[in-house]
């Protein structure tokens, strides 16, 4: 059994669900509501006061003006209001007979449920009965049964009761009153007495109150256990589901890994320099400036360890947001503080992954080094892993941002040496990012220099 949990035992009057849910409280060490004392005490308190109990303002008024208090107590639950002790009082035949006054009018009842579910939050563990227990009040109950028996049955049964009191009635009388009880709780508008959905129904005519008690915890035993293979089941899938998941990613990666090698190899002349400079071991953190739509293929071809992208992500949509996912890309919001986002990148480089990002935030309008913007290099300070700055050269040649289709030409990929965590965090966001801004804009000018093209002026 859950630390915490709600039994709900909904049923008309007399039914035996009082007694049987003072019982199952006991036996589970859970706090036990009365919901039906609750309508008594403030039906009480009006009278006391001599109320109007026709007039809802003033049975609102009397809630709102009086002190209830409703606590477990060995022998059930103990009603005191405004301070007085009136748990047997609220029993009163004619406190019984006023109750639908309180109970019919739906301001009455929201007031009355609000306490209902406070109570729940206060003990954790509660085994509560009533009439819409199971139906307004805790629908998500961890179990819900509804009991009933004949009117009959009902009649004789609250008969004895009352006669092991001293008090004698006339059980067609009494069967009378509890069938006009169970129309007016049925036909009220607000919380009307009925099976929930998903409840147990038990008929408790023919058995006696230990029957019914061991029916009630066998039912529960067998949900709790229910429940639990199904969670050991649903656990199982879903560790199976992550496996098959990440292999699925891992032909995925390696299969367009060759095909784009392939492609690229063969429209494009691709030079790289300083693979050396890539660890062998462990995660790092790539920071390129941002030429082309193809730099995350130019820039993790050359490397043998598995690399992370991360993309937009308004393009994690249909066929295309499954492939790119699958191809190890992460999705972040470009429109608010991505933290989860940043938690899933931190993760990737912590896994060993090569995580690709272009701190320029978007593509270059001409081909220039725009600044870095500050915050990335926090992502390898926290994950302990080093920045290999890298410089991507020619691809705004190849397929400008404003150009739907690409030219042939050469590239030029250069991996710098690697920057560790201690010296970033020694240099600080700020500085670190015009670091990176200046030794990518040298690549790129001695780069152009060596290829004949002018350098760029900043
Ligand atoms: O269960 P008990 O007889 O103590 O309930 C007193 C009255 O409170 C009932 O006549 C019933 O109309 C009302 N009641 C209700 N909703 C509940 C519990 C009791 O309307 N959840």
């Known amino acids: 059994m859950k630390d915490n949990f709600i039994i709900t035992i909904d049923g008309p009057a007399a039914s035996g669900k009082s007694t049987i849910a003072r019982m199952l409280a006991a036996r589970l060490d859970a706090a036990f509501l009365d919901t039906g004392s609750m309508y008594r005490a403030v039906t009480?308190?009006?009278?006391?006061?001599?109320?109007?109990?026709?007039?809802?303002?003033?049975?609102?008024e009397v809630i709102k003006t009086g002190r209830f208090e409703f606590t477990p107590s060995p022998g059930g639950m103990k009603v005191c209001i405004n301070g007085v002790d009136s748990t047997e009082q609220i029993r009163n035949p004619d406190v019984t007979a006023n109750a639908k006054?309180?109970?019919?009018?739906?301001?009455?009842?929201?007031?009355?449920?609000?306490?209902?579910?406070?109570?729940?939050?206060?003990?954790?563990?509660?085994?509560?009965?009533?009439?819409?227990?199971?139906?307004?009040?805790?629908p998500h109950a961890d179990f819900k049964f509804y009991m009933t028996a004949s009117p009959q049955i009902r009649a004789e049964r609250r008969a004895k009761e009352l006669a092991e009191k001293g008090i004698r009635v006339d059980i067609d009388t009494l069967q009378k009153e509890i069938e006009q009880r169970d129309l007016s709780d049925a036909s009220r508008k607000t919380g009307p007495l009925k099976c929930p959905k998903g409840a147990i129904f038990i008929d408790t005519s023919g058995l006696s109150i230990e029957q019914v008690l061991?029916?009630?915890l066998?039912?529960?035993?067998?949900?709790?256990?229910?429940?639990?293979?199904?969670?050991?089941?649903?656990?199982?899938?879903?560790?199976?589901k992550t496996v098959l998941y990440k292999i699925c990613q891992w032909l995925v990666y390696r299969l367009c890994q060759a095909a784009a090698r392939?492609?690229?190899?063969?429209?494009?002349?691709?030079?790289?320099?300083?693979?050396?400079?890539?660890?062998?071991?462990?995660?790092?953190?790539?920071?390129?400036?941002?030429?082309?739509f193809?730099?995350?293929?130019?820039?993790?071809?050359?490397?043998?360890?598995?690399?992370?992208?991360?993309?937009?992500?308004?393009?994690?949509?249909?066929?295309?947001?499954?492939?790119?996912?699958?191809?190890?890309?992460?999705?972040?919001?470009?429109?608010?503080?991505?933290?989860?986002?940043m938690k899933r990148c931190i993760d990737k480089l912590k896994a060993g992954f090569g995580l690709v990002m272009f701190p320029e935030g978007t593509r270059t309008a001409d081909g220039r080094i725009n600044a870095a913007k500050p915050g990335f290099s926090m992502l390898a300070r926290r994950a302990n892993v080093p920045v290999i700055p890298t410089l991507i050269e020619g691809a705004y040649e190849v397929w400008?941002?404003?150009?739907?289709?690409?030219?042939?030409?050469?590239?030029?990929?250069?991996?710098?040496?690697p920057v560790a965590p201690e010296e970033i965090k020694k240099m600080g966001e700020r500085k670190f990012g015009?670091?990176?801004?200046?030794?990518?804009?040298?690549?790129?000018?001695?780069?152009?220099?060596?290829?004949?093209?002018?350098?760029?002026?900043?």
Do not use: W
Request: charged share 30%; proline share 3%; net charge positive.
């Open 400 to 417: 400008p941002r404003n150009r739907k289709i690409y030219t042939f030409g050469r590239i030029s990929i250069i991996y710098d040496k």
């Open 294 to 341: 193809l730099d995350p293929a130019f820039i993790a071809l050359p490397i043998n360890s598995r690399c992370a992208f991360v993309a937009r992500d308004t393009l994690f949509k249909g066929l295309f947001g499954h492939y790119i996912r699958l191809y190890n890309a992460i999705p972040i919001s470009r429109d608010r503080a991505d933290t989860a986002g």
């Open 434 to 458: 015009e670091f990176l801004t200046a030794r990518l804009r040298q690549m790129q000018n001695e780069i152009r220099i060596k290829d004949g093209k002018k350098p760029f002026e900043y």
């Open 214 to 216: 061991e029916e009630l």
């Open 44 to 60: 009480l308190a009006a009278m006391r006061k001599h109320a109007d109990l026709q007039n809802v303002k003033a049975l609102l």
């Open 262 to 292: 392939c492609a690229l190899g063969t429209f494009f002349r691709v030079y790289t320099v300083g693979r050396q400079n890539l660890p062998k071991k462990g995660g790092f953190l790539i920071l390129a400036n941002h030429q082309s």
């Open 101 to 138: 006054f309180a109970a019919g009018p739906g301001e009455i009842r929201k007031e009355l449920v609000k306490l209902q579910r406070a109570f729940a939050r206060r003990y954790g563990r509660i085994v509560t009965e009533g009439r819409d227990q199971g139906t307004v009040v805790f």
């Open 218 to 240: 066998k039912r529960i035993n067998e949900g709790n256990r229910k429940t639990s293979s199904k969670k050991k089941e649903n656990k199982k899938l879903a560790s199976v």
